[in-house]
Nanobody, 123 residues
Framework: QVQLVESGGGLVQAGGSLRLSCAAS????????MGWFRQAPGKEREFVAA????????HYSDSVKGRFTISRDNAKNTVYLQMNSLKPEDTAVYYC????????????????WGQGTQVTVSS
């Protein structure tokens, strides 16, 4: 059974940084692409970033490109999202996701979701 557990969310001032972690269970983590999504109040869930199974390829939404970095440690079954230069509009619940393939293509839907972690950026 696949489980994804996010951590690292919290309250931060605009311009600050946070690092989210997602610990994954399951032997196939190292061959799965992983991603991060977010959902702000009253809005639909949106794609933030994705990373291939090896970490060699990453993708970002335009809204976070240059500020956020996705990475992974397959030895620890963990994927990270380093968030810098945070803005109030980054406030959302952030979800970790696992894809059914070892690569990511735009529009692919994940196979598994975590429960989410709240990130609040104050102005």
């Amino acid at each position: 059974q696949v489980q994804l557990v996010e951590s690292g969310g919290g309250l931060v001032q605009a311009g600050g940084s946070l690092r989210l972690s997602c610990a994954a269970s399951g032997r196939t983590f190292s061959i799965s692409a992983m991603g991060w999504f977010r959902q702000a109040p009253g809005k639909e869930r949106e794609f933030v970033a994705a990373i291939s199974w090896s970490g060699g390829t990453t993708h970002y939404s335009d809204s976070v490109k240059g500020r956020f970095t996705i990475s992974r440690d397959n030895a620890k079954n963990t994927v990270y999202l380093q968030m810098n230069s945070l803005k109030p509009e980054d406030t959302a619940v952030y979800y970790c996701a696992r894809y059914g393939r070892n690569y990511y293509l735009r529009g692919m839907e994940p196979s598994y979701w975590g429960q989410g972690t709240q990130v609040t950026v104050s102005s």
